[in-house]
């Protein structure tokens, strides 16, 4: 079935190559940059763009405001865009958890939390007049504890995840009786810019995975946190 599915950071990386994937698979599909002119996405030709920084609530508010005038309902919600403390200017050797500055750290978190919870709450009246409607915040390995515990050199990046996979376990929580599922996914260690050329899996193997994960997700998934091929992922 057709799904109407907004993508955020959907300009380069995983959000690209997920959103050149749903609409091969023949969703209609709307993606945000924070560029205006997104070579790539609109060489896509998706059912709509719409310009969107998710640092400044504004912006987030007047974006999903014009996604709201593109359509009236939305099927899925995907919080793609994602930074670590790389894009804020720290060193690649310097991103441990006595090495960062607090406004870095907080830039961070702003892009990678604040963004998407004001993103789901701008969208959510969309969502609910959605069918089976779903959020999918795209998480990672790094966010759980399990894991950061011994790996994952950006300490903001890695607080940042698990910061955003306790909202999405509230979110969960408050949307179950609006049968609005939330579900965190860690789309694998995967070579984009973030992800870097040692990345075991390529961008086609994961966003391939990505947009098969998105047709099986239901309601009986929500507050789930998986991998990309949809098994549980440990907390
Ligand atoms: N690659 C991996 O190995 C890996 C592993 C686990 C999780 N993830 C997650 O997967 C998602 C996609 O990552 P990626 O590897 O595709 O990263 P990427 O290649 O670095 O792309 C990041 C995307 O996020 C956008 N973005 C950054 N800051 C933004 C902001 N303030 N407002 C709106 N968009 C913003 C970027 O837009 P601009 O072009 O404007 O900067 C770009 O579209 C992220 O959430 C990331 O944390 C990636």
């Not at 994937?21 to 209609?28: F, K, N």
């Not at 998407?116 to 969502?127: F, N, S």
């Not at 779903?134 to 910061?163: F, H, P």
């Amino acid at each position: 079935m057709t799904k109407r599915i907004f993508l955020t950071g959907a300009n380069r990386g995983l959000g690209l190559a997920l959103a050149a994937e749903l609409i091969e698979a023949g969703h209609e599909v709307y993606g945000s940059a924070r560029e205006s002119a997104p070579t790539d996405l609109l060489a896509l030709d998706p059912a709509g763009i719409v310009q969107l920084d998710q640092a400044d609530e504004a912006s987030v508010d007047a974006g999903i405001a014009a996604l709201a005038e593109l359509t009236p309902t939305l099927d899925v919600l995907i919080n793609c865009a994602g930074a670590d403390a790389r894009a804020f200017g720290s060193p690649e050797d310097r991103r441990g958890p006595f090495d960062l500055d607090g406004e870095t750290f907080t830039n961070v978190l702003r892009v990678n939390v604040t963004g998407p919870m004001l993103i789901t709450r701008a969208a959510l009246p969309l969502l609910q007049r959605g069918v089976d409607a779903m959020i999918i915040n795209i998480s990672s390995q790094l966010g759980s504890m399990e894991v950061a515990a011994t790996s994952g050199r950006d300490t903001a990046y890695c607080v940042s995840k698990a910061a955003l996979n306790n909202y999405s376990v509230k979110a969960a929580g408050a949307l179950r009786d609006e049968e609005i599922g939330v579900v965190m996914v860690h789309p694998g260690w995967v070579q984009t810019d973030m992800g870097g050329e040692r990345a075991p899996m390529t961008v086609d193997e994961s966003s391939a995975a990505l947009a098969s994960l998105v047709e099986k997700l239901t309601l009986a998934d929500t507050g789930r946190f998986v991998r990309w091929d949809g098994t549980d992922h440990p907390w």
